[in-house]
């Protein structure tokens, strides 16, 4: 966050000394790791905009496979933005700084390995023993901060093409739950185990890249 506050206080200075631009605004719209997006941005000075954006989408029957169950789930992605773009040479090449709220969640099946088995933490359940078992995954649900750089094919007024590449940072949560756990202390611990290594499997992305592309029309 405080490299965040330099670059924003620089952009900021910058803004004050720089010659204003002619009031353009820019409508955008592409698509990239965040899924579909949409964005407006006003550069208010030669070297300085000021952008906002929201980009998502969602995805269903998503598999993956841990070493010791099958999941399937549904993905959902929002992210809104808004940010500072700085133009060092008053020109198309800019950096970024600004925060993003991503709202990334997966909810989760478990299905047992072939066999019709479960297996937590070295120990082996039937599925009857387990019982259903679902999970929720987040990625992130509150502000977090944003760094990042771009192009954008031109200033003038007309349509052009645009392209960033940046990274937040992530929060990841992950909640897992079985029926059967709730008669069986020794199941319900296992089960925690398996949480607790789908946590750390998350954990080692700790930050979401992003890169987008797409047009724009700058008035």
Do not use: C
Not at 52 to 74: E, L, Q, T
Not at 78 to 101: E, I, N, T
Not at 111 to 138: C, D, H, I, M, W
Not at 186 to 209: I, K, T
């Amino acid at each position: 966050m405080q490299l965040v506050s330099k670059i924003l206080v620089a952009a900021a200075l910058a803004a004050v000394s720089a010659p204003a631009a002619a009031g353009q605004w820019s409508l955008g719209a592409g698509v990239g790791t965040t899924g579909y997006e949409g964005s407006v941005s006003y550069r208010f000075h030669d070297n300085v905009a000021l952008t906002g954006s929201y980009s998502g989408f969602a995805y269903d029957d998503i598999d993956y496979d841990s070493d010791d169950v099958d999941y399937r789930g549904d993905f959902d992605l929002d992210v809104y933005g808004l940010s500072v773009d700085y133009f060092p040479f008053a020109g198309r090449f800019y950096l970024s700084a600004g925060v993003v709220r991503p709202d990334i969640a997966m909810q989760v099946v478990g299905r047992p390995k072939a066999g019709g088995s479960y297996e937590f933490n070295g120990q082996t359940y039937t599925a009857a023993e387990v019982g259903t078992l679902q999970g929720n995954v987040s990625l992130g649900d509150s502000v977090q901060p944003y760094l990042g750089l771009g192009w954008r094919g031109s200033h003038q007024p007309g349509l052009g093409v645009f392209g960033r590449l940046g990274v937040f940072l992530t929060d990841a949560e992950v909640d897992l739950r079985a029926t059967g756990a709730a008669s069986d202390p020794r199941l319900a611990s296992d089960v925690q185990q398996e949480e607790d290594d789908l946590q750390d499997d998350v954990d080692e992305f700790g930050v979401y890249p992003v890169a987008m592309v797409g047009l724009e029309y700058t008035f």
